[in-house]
């Protein structure tokens, strides 16, 4: 049976609100996502989370019911609670109505089967969550493997890529890798290396894409290094038919993963 918490001092109540800040996050290997779609999808993946915190208030959801017994099954906890306590843990004014603690994935490169996707994302030096979180939604929708971090980039596990990824965290591989681990990695097997840049010559549709292919995408305000660029099997450019000189980082990838998959479905 789930027990209730309703104390703010409540021990549990204090460990997880400091999953907020990244080096809790770190230090107890653990992370928050929050919504019944969210953990819905995380548990139809295969991850159930080791504490679940929901509101007793609300009409118990079927979806909500189940999330119980699939937490309880696997050994973990169910929490009764209220919006109070779902606002001191999650930051948001208007919390949902269920919350879960999950153990962080391991982000290693040799984690990754290169050969169970055609397609990967690879970002550099990403910082905005909200675009993290978007690009591991549009590697969910075209059924690439994952998404390798490179250098420093946002934390993948912060409440707000979580919130961003809407359950795609739960369904794409995550790796983190400096450039040069990652380019040794890369360098011992197949893969195509796809830049994307304003100073490719070649326009992103002229290319034939090969399997696997590995699209790197830079930094929001500054772009790809040119060592980077120079390292790439192939550079290309999305035009700009406005004012425009870029793309946001997130739509550029959307942008050259649906072409890749669009070559390799071929024509309709």
């Not at 929901?54 to 189940?66: Q, V």
């Not at 794409?172 to 890798?177: C, L, S, V």
Request: proline share 4%.
């Amino acid at each position: 049976m789930p027990r209730a918490i309703t104390a703010f001092s409540n021990p549990l109540v204090k460990q997880v609100r400091g999953l907020r800040d990244k080096k809790n996050r770190r230090s107890e290997g653990l992370f928050m996502a929050e919504g019944l779609r969210i953990l819905t999808e995380a548990r139809d993946s295969g991850c159930i989370p080791k504490l679940l915190f929901y509101n007793g208030s609300e009409s118990p959801h079927r979806l909500l019911r189940d999330l119980v017994e699939a937490v309880e099954a696997a050994g973990g906890e169910a929490i009764e609670t209220n919006a109070d306590i779902l606002h001191k843990l999650s930051g948001k004014d208007n919390p949902q109505v269920v919350l879960g603690v999950f153990e962080e994935f391991s982000t290693g490169l040799a984690d990754v089967d290169r050969n169970g996707a055609g397609l990967w994302i690879v970002a550099q030096a990403l910082r905005d969550p909200g675009n993290l979180g978007t690009i591991l939604r549009t590697g969910d929708a075209v059924g690439a493997g994952g998404l390798i971090l490179v250098d420093e980039c946002v934390d993948p596990f912060s409440v707000e890529a979580v919130r961003a990824s809407m359950g795609a965290l739960f369904t794409q591989r995550i790796a983190a890798a400096s450039w040069d681990e990652f380019v040794t990695w890369l360098r011992g097997g197949e893969g195509v290396l796809i830049g994307t840049s304003l100073n490719a010559a070649q326009h992103y549709q002229q290319p034939r894409y090969s399997k696997p292919a590995f699209i790197l995408v830079g930094n929001e305000a500054q772009g790809l290094p040119e060592a980077y660029e120079a390292e790439c099997d192939l550079l290309v450019k999305i035009p700009m038919m406005g004012r425009a000189d870029s793309l946001n980082a997130a739509v550029a990838t959307a942008v050259m993963a649906y072409e890749v998959i669009n070559q390799w479905r071929g024509p309709r």
